[in-house]
């Protein structure tokens, strides 16, 4: 049987290299994954729906809050950002360490 992943979270302020670390981390591993959020905002010129985030409408986000399907979740600049229960579990049921990066105002 495999072993269950780790749940790794960086946090910190927006500009302060969270992503840089997430990305250098990655490229030195094979037993990491990177958790992918769902927002309320539209997507930027080429963001991949899926792969850099799970873009879905503010009825769609607000319904998976009420079901209690986000690990956490926070408003910011009018667009909503969580991290989604079932995408996280399953990385780490396939004993996969799974990176969260969550921003702070």
């Not at 269950?4 to 997430?22: D, E, F, M, Q």
């Not at 539209?42 to 209690?68: C, H, L, T, W």
């Not at 956490?72 to 579990?89: C, D």
Request: charged share 25%.
């Amino acid at each position: 049987m495999t072993q269950r992943g780790k749940l790794i979270i960086l946090s910190g302020p927006s500009g302060t290299g969270k992503s840089t670390v997430v990305g250098k981390t990655m490229e030195l591993r094979d037993d990491l994954c990177f958790s992918v959020s769902v927002t309320t905002r539209k997507p930027r010129p080429g963001e991949v729906n899926g792969e850099d985030y799970f873009f879905i409408s503010r009825e769609q986000f607000d319904a998976m809050v009420m079901r209690d399907e986000l690990l956490e979740h926070a408003t910011y600049v009018q667009n909503s950002y969580g991290t989604p229960r079932e995408y996280v579990e399953t990385q780490l049921d396939k004993g996969l360490n799974v990176i969260l990066e969550i921003g702070r105002a």
